[in-house]
């Protein structure tokens, strides 16, 4: 499991990384969240060996990364937010040649690439010229050249920057098959719906510091405390408002043209009992849902309304 321990980075008087620490599940695709200048792709430039930290620690694996940077090699795969110029290389000859700085045996090369090319559906582009590649093409490209030497860790600054609807749905499908391959993934956009969609978690960085960790409704949870409930039915209003109100978990109730929302404190068990109390006394529900938590919302109020990027 990656874990990230009281990481400081500063340039010259400006602190870009303060005591920044987070534990990143395995087997997961974590987003990286939070306003320009916020430490993302510092964070990231550290993880991949890129760039110096100040102090701390990075575990992989249970190794020390920063204390011993040789062994990032193998260990991370990374795709800046820029590909690159690569004026008359075709694509096979592109990845051909990422391997052979990984030192992959030139007799392993041909099988391995073509074996990424299909993970990232590019199977078809093979002997194409990588700058007659559409963007989206390239993106999943510098995909597959950061998996050439089968790293457990794959960072991905903004992937999906700058890419069409198309392709970005494209891009999202191949990081749910690196994840059931086994990969651990990390992940920043700025295209925060898609993130909240695709990752099992998330953590939001400001001012160089993790403010806040977790899956969006854990994190909505723990900033608003309450719950809400949405019941639809289709008559018995003031039944369902009277039963509510007997509740000691239920602590506000809004009655909608539609719906009655009610806001919860308590347990999962505690709502499972309250939803047989309504079947029970003949309540006609037919939909009974909480509201689930939104991306957005959760980073305009624990960021204060910064931009993200």
Avoid: W
Wanted: charged share 30%.
């Amino acid at each position: 499991m990656p874990e990230i321990l009281e990481l400081n980075k500063k340039y010259g008087k400006f602190t870009a990384l303060e005591s920044l620490s987070m534990n990143i599940t395995e087997n997961s695709i974590f987003g990286f969240v939070g306003p320009n200048g916020a430490g993302k792709t510092t964070t990231m430039k550290i993880m991949a060996g890129l760039l110096k930290a100040d102090s701390g620690s990075i575990y992989i694996n249970g190794e020390d990364i920063l204390k011993n940077p040789k062994s990032i090699r193998d260990k991370i795969g990374y795709m800046p937010d820029f590909f690159g110029v690569y004026d008359d290389l075709k694509v096979s000859e592109y990845m051909d040649f990422y391997a052979g700085t990984y030192y992959i045996p030139y007799t392993d090369r041909s099988e391995l690439i073509d074996n990424l090319l299909e993970i990232v559906d590019l199977s078809g582009k093979k002997e194409a010229y990588v700058d007659s590649l559409s963007r989206g093409m390239k993106q999943r490209l510098c995909l597959a050249r950061s998996l050439i030497h089968d790293p457990d860790l794959i960072i991905l600054d903004e992937p999906a920057s700058g890419l069409d609807p198309r392709a970005r749905v494209e891009m999202k499908e191949v990081l749910k098959q690196l994840r059931e391959m086994g990969k651990t993934i990390i992940i920043s956009s700025h295209i925060l719906p898609e993130l909240a969609e695709m990752c099992s978690e998330i953590g939001i960085i400001d001012h160089g510091k993790l403010v806040t960790q977790g899956t969006v409704n854990e994190i909505m949870n723990k900033i608003h405390k309450k719950r809400t409930v949405k019941v639809k039915l289709s008559s018995g209003k003031d039944n369902l408002i009277r039963l509510l109100k007997e509740q000691s978990s239920v602590k506000e109730i809004i009655e909608n043209t539609e719906d009655i929302e009610f806001a919860f404190e308590g347990r999962n068990e505690d709502l499972t009992a309250i939803l047989r109390n309504i079947i029970m006394n003949g309540i006609p529900v037919f939909s009974f849902s909480e509201n689930e938590g939104n991306l957005e919302e959760i980073f305009m109020t624990v960021t204060g309304g910064g931009e993200n990027a």
